[in-house]
């Protein structure tokens, strides 16, 4: 029997494990809406007694509204580089994510960015970077990586600069609004025109997540949410929102379970992936 690894993980970190058991357990369905073969090798690889601390929060209709989350941050990746062939991304929060590998169109520049401790766990487990694929082990608050990123998009690109799409999936919910808005604005300065591609919650579903977070003792508490994404729009002159999308909203048969939350439109739309351009 291979050796299992007992991550060491904590607070909003921690979170990355409930995201992949997630992925994992839907990867195996003969329906699955979203196939992530890795994620489904990573858990076995994982110390069980540490996921099984996250099957409260696994019931069906929850996976498949997480689920169909992560397959708009795919297909809207997908669709930008589409758009924009050898452009430049950066994965802001990606724990134990393969997006690159479900995504990766053969040109892209890809780049990984996380706290060091989730970085040296991802290093382990899913393997070191490739000639498009780099990693970035620090906080996104770390103006560092902004240089980093910047000096690397031109050296690997002397004629123009491409475009570049931030996705921050499960991130910025975990700020207050004060550093949201600091570093959308820093990203739009570092990198005018750029795509920015986030998730967040309605205040009265940031309410009743804390309020499971209190209760069942997992997960973290989230600390800003989002009433109208237009608000980013009066920040700064030049942000635009592109597209709004919202899982509860999908005609998916799985989620009759959350019939009562599409019925309500202040509920539906209590949490959603937003895309703006900066």
């Given amino acids: ?66 689920i169909l989350k992560s397959r708009d941050f795919d297909r809207i990746a997908q669709d930008f580089l589409a758009r ?19 995504v990766d169109d053969g040109r892209v520049e890809w780049y990984d960015l996380d706290l060091p401790d989730v970085i040296e766990l991802r ?17 996104v608050l770390d103006s560092a990586w902004l240089s980093e990123v910047g000096a690397h998009r031109l050296g690997n690109h002397p004629v123009g600069t491409p475009p570049v799409l931030f996705l921050a999936e ?4 975990y700020f207050d609004e004060a550093r949201v808005k600091s570093l959308v604005l820093t990203l739009k300065e570092h990198f005018p025109g750029a795509e920015l591609v986030f998730d967040a919650y309605s205040p009265f579903l940031m309410w009743s997540h804390n309020r499971r977070v209190a ?19 009066g920040w700064s002159d030049g942000i635009r929102l592109l597209d709004e999308r919202y899982p509860f909203q999908t005609p998916e048969p799985r989620i009759r379970r959350s019939l009562k939350v599409r019925i309500f439109a202040s509920l539906n739309k209590g949490l959603g992936v937003y895309h703006y351009q900066l």
Avoid: N, W
């Fill in 215 to 233: 209760r069942k003792k997992i997960g973290a508490p989230l600390h800003s949410a989002l009433k109208d994404p237009r608000d980013l729009e």
């Fill in 84 to 102: 924009h062939p050898a452009a430049v991304v950066v994965h802001i929060g990606c724990g134990l994510d393969t997006r690159f590998e479900r």
């Fill in 123 to 139: 290093r382990k487990l899913v393997g070191g970077e490739g000639a498009r694929h780099h990693f970035l082990a620090c906080s």
């Fill in 1 to 66: 029997m291979s050796e299992t690894t007992r991550p060491e993980l904590s607070g909003v970190p921690g979170t990355l494990l409930i995201t992949l058991y997630i992925r994992a357990i839907e990867s195996q369905r003969p329906d699955a809406l979203i196939k992530d073969e890795r994620a489904e090798a990573l858990v076995r690889r994982l110390d069980q007694e540490s996921l099984r601390k996250t099957l409260p929060l696994t019931e069906d209709s929850t996976r498949v509204v997480m």
């Fill in 170 to 173: 499960g991130v910025f919910m």
